[in-house]
């Protein structure tokens, strides 16, 4: 397993309270991706970064902000929380566009976060 | 902007029965395709990938997809189920020189005895 961890695994919140969900990884690697997956809708990227404090935008990223102070460790906050962004969240992580690498994106186990 | 339909959202089929679940994708560039499997309460593996090269692409637990490019398809396909492999499956589309991954809506797999 590629070494990526999420914390917590399990979250319940009220509606309006600030929620910051941690993803970090062991391997090194320099990319690192926020999604969510909701019934019927796949996985949709909320969130992607490139670098230490370079981030940028997915197509579901209103109401999250994220931060990568540190190669190993990508934040997602989700500022007021609502419930709409009851779901299940994964961290994963890239080691670039190397075809040696595989262009492989690796998973971590998920944080379910429940807003109620 | 690229995406991926997965044509089916469930797929319920016997044990040893064969299965094939379909994924179309639409891009103007070209593109690596995967496929991620989820067990229940956790996370996407990868089950297997598309780089280039042959367009037949094998897993290690018996599973195979075909990329067709003219058809835009990657579909994954299994002669003998299993039922440890019910799961949900995800296709999923990477553009060349891109970094992210784009998502079908995944399709469950559900074994009967």
């Known amino acids: 397993d590629a070494g990526i961890t999420q914390s917590p695994r399990h979250k319940v919140t009220e509606t309006g309270t600030p929620v910051t969900l941690r993803c970090h990884q062991t391997?090194?690697?320099?990319?690192m991706y926020w999604y969510r997956q909701d019934p019927g809708h796949g996985l949709r990227l909320i969130h992607y970064?490139?670098?230490?404090?370079?981030?940028d935008k997915g197509e579901v990223s209103d109401g999250y902000s994220v931060s990568r102070s540190k190669t190993e460790d990508f934040l997602l906050t989700l500022e007021s929380a609502t419930s709409s962004q009851t779901s299940v969240y994964f961290c994963?992580?890239?080691?670039?566009?190397?075809?040696?690498?595989?262009?492989?994106?690796?998973f971590g186990e998920g944080s379910w976060l429940t807003v109620v | 902007a690229q995406s991926v339909t997965q044509l089916d959202s469930q797929v319920p089929v016997f044990e040893e029965a064969p299965v094939e679940l379909r994924c179309n994708y639409s891009?103007?560039?070209?593109?690596?395709l995967f496929w991620y499997v989820q067990y229940p309460n956790q996370g996407l593996q990868l089950l297997l990938k598309?780089?280039?090269?042959?367009?037949l692409v094998e897993s290690i637990n018996g599973f195979e997809a075909e990329f067709n490019k003219s058809q835009t398809s990657f579909h994954l396909r299994k002669p003998s189920v299993h039922i440890s492999d019910t799961a949900e499956y995800f296709c999923a589309v990477r553009l060349q020189g891109a970094q992210k991954l784009v998502f079908g809506q995944g399709t469950r797999l559900t074994i009967n005895p």
């Open positions: 891009s103007s560039v070209s593109v690596y």
């Open positions: 970064s490139y670098g230490v404090k370079d981030t």
């Open positions: 994963a992580i890239s080691g670039g566009l190397d075809l040696f690498s595989g262009n492989t994106i690796y």
């Open positions: 598309y780089l280039s090269g042959s367009t």
């Open positions: 391997e090194n690697h320099r990319y």
